[in-house]
């Protein structure tokens, strides 16, 4: 089994990028930091560090081992603080993140019963658009992410809990011949012109897919990554957009919002956490909270 306080040894070895300087930082001599990584790299069975003129740079193996060492030293800082709020009697402190539709249909709401159940939990708030949140909860930069996910995909470490999934609309100008119709069938559509309202990722992903399952893939005359401004295009008589159901908050007067059948697009949105991090009572609530919230 791999020491954690060797591995320590190497990552403050990498990131300071010397032995003398890992020496200083650590209050070792330079010897004993050698010996440190000498036993690691027995225990691991692969050079960690290799000499390059009167320096030194880490190995595959040795950067793969300092960047596990940073997440061990991050969660025992998460774990330190948790039991500190224990010892103190405080609730602790959330970092959330969530992209911008997410805010105000699932995490205003979740965040307003919070402070009433626990009015001393600090919360730290950041919208991440255009970014993706995931990472911030993968590097212990967040405890709780809104993620859009297929359902299938698997992160190793992170509990990702389904909230909902929110399907993809048509929106199309007033006076259009299939404004009429409730209900549209997307393959009706294929003959459109179409005002792009997503950027690249994952949400783009789910509504070309179900561009491909309809039996066609669309030429946009615009794209706009932006849901008010595609609508607006739209109410000019530029073309078609499918915006999700969440994005809809606001509808731009000259155009009508139909449902999609055969196929549905859907983005489907989780809440993710660390499953190290599941002993936060704040952060069970929270989560069961979000899921609340998030029933139609």
């Given at each position: 089994?791999?020491?954690?306080?060797?591995?320590?040894?190497?990552?403050?070895?990498?990131?300071?990028?010397?032995?003398?300087?890992?020496?200083?930082?650590?209050?070792?001599?330079?010897?004993?930091?050698?010996?440190?990584?000498?036993?690691?790299?027995?225990?691991?069975?692969?050079?960690?560090?290799?000499?390059?003129?009167?320096?030194?740079?880490?190995?595959?193996?040795?950067?793969?081992?300092?960047?596990?060492?940073?997440?061990?030293?991050?969660?025992?800082?998460?774990?330190?603080?948790?039991?500190?709020?224990?010892?103190?009697?405080?609730?602790?402190?959330?970092?959330?993140?969530?992209?911008?539709?997410?805010?105000?249909?699932?995490?205003?709401?979740?965040?307003?019963?919070?402070?009433?159940?626990?009015?001393?939990?600090?919360?730290?708030?950041?919208?991440?658009?255009?970014?993706?949140?995931?990472?911030?909860?993968?590097?212990?930069?967040?405890?709780?992410?809104?993620?859009?996910r297929p359902h299938c995909?698997v992160h190793e470490g992170?509990?990702?809990?389904?909230?909902?999934?929110?399907?993809?609309?048509?929106?199309?100008?007033?006076?259009?011949?299939?404004?009429?119709?409730?209900?549209?069938?997307?393959?009706?559509?294929?003959?459109?012109?179409?005002?792009?309202?997503?950027?690249?990722?994952?949400?783009?992903?789910?509504?070309?897919?179900?561009?491909?399952?309809?039996?066609?893939?669309?030429?946009?005359?615009?794209?706009?990554?932006?849901?008010?401004?595609?609508?607006?295009?739209?109410?000019?008589?530029?073309?078609?957009?499918?915006?999700?159901?969440?994005?809809?908050?606001?509808?731009?007067?000259?155009?009508?919002?139909?449902?999609?059948?055969?196929?549905?697009?859907?983005?489907?949105?989780?809440?993710?956490?660390?499953?190290?991090?599941?002993?936060?009572?704040?952060?069970?609530?929270?989560?069961?909270?979000?899921?609340?919230?998030?029933?139609?």
């Amino acid at each position: 089994m791999l020491d954690a306080q060797r591995m320590q040894v190497l990552h403050t070895v990498v990131t300071s990028g010397s032995v003398s300087a890992a020496a200083v930082a650590l209050g070792y001599t330079p010897s004993a930091i050698s010996q440190q990584v000498r036993a690691l790299e027995k225990q691991a069975g692969i050079a960690l560090l290799e000499r390059i003129g009167r320096g030194i740079k880490p190995t595959m193996a040795g950067r793969l081992l300092a960047r596990h060492a940073a997440v061990i030293e991050q969660q025992v800082a998460e774990a330190e603080a948790a039991l500190a709020d224990l010892r103190n009697a405080r609730t602790g402190r959330l970092s959330i993140r969530y992209f911008a539709t997410a805010g105000a249909t699932l995490v205003a709401p979740a965040l307003a019963r919070l402070r009433q159940d626990r009015p001393d939990v600090q919360i730290d708030l950041k919208m991440t658009d255009p970014d993706d949140p995931l990472p911030d909860v993968m590097q212990g930069r967040a405890d709780l992410a809104i993620v859009v996910r297929p359902h299938c995909q698997v992160h190793e470490g992170i509990r990702l809990t389904h909230l909902l999934d929110d399907p993809y609309r048509v929106v199309l100008p007033l006076g259009h011949p299939l404004a009429s119709q409730p209900v549209l069938k997307l393959s009706d559509l294929a003959g459109e012109r179409w005002i792009g309202s997503e950027r690249p990722g994952l949400c783009l992903d789910a509504m070309l897919e179900g561009f491909s399952a309809a039996g066609f893939r669309p030429e946009f005359e615009v794209e706009t990554e932006d849901y008010t401004t595609a609508q607006a295009f739209v109410a000019a008589g530029v073309g078609a957009t499918l915006i999700p159901n969440m994005g809809l908050a606001g509808r731009h007067p000259a155009v009508v919002v139909r449902e999609l059948s055969g196929p549905e697009p859907v983005r489907a949105i989780h809440a993710a956490v660390r499953e190290t991090s599941l002993g936060q009572p704040a952060l069970r609530e929270l989560l069961t909270t979000l899921r609340e919230v998030a029933k139609p």
